[in-house]
């Protein structure tokens, strides 16, 4: 009668303890491996010219008086 609770908890323990390709963000490395990649891949190519980064400053309206 006395294993019960210590089986119970050795269950519970071992249900949260992460396994060993396990990454803390809940990943496998397989998983981490392929994200590093394609994080990789984007960071390479090269962007489009944005038409808002070119087009110039316009000044601020200016209130007018009542």
């Known amino acids: 009668m006395r294993a019960l609770p210590a089986l ?3 269950i519970t323990l ?3 303890s992460p396994a060993e ?3 803390p ?3 496998t490395q397989d998983e981490a ?3 590093d990649d394609a994080a990789e891949m984007l960071d390479k190519r090269e962007l489009p010219e ?3 980064a070119t087009a110039p400053v316009q000044p601020a309206p200016t209130p ?3």
Do not use: F, M, T, Y
Request: aromatic content about 0%; hydrophobic content about 50%; some cysteine.
């Open 21 to 23: 390709e396990d990454k």
């Open 8 to 10: 119970a908890l050795a």
């Open 33 to 35: 491996r392929a994200l």
């Open 14 to 16: 071992a249900a949260c």
């Open 64 to 66: 007018s008086a009542p």
């Open 25 to 27: 963000g809940g990943v």
């Open 50 to 52: 944005l038409p808002e």
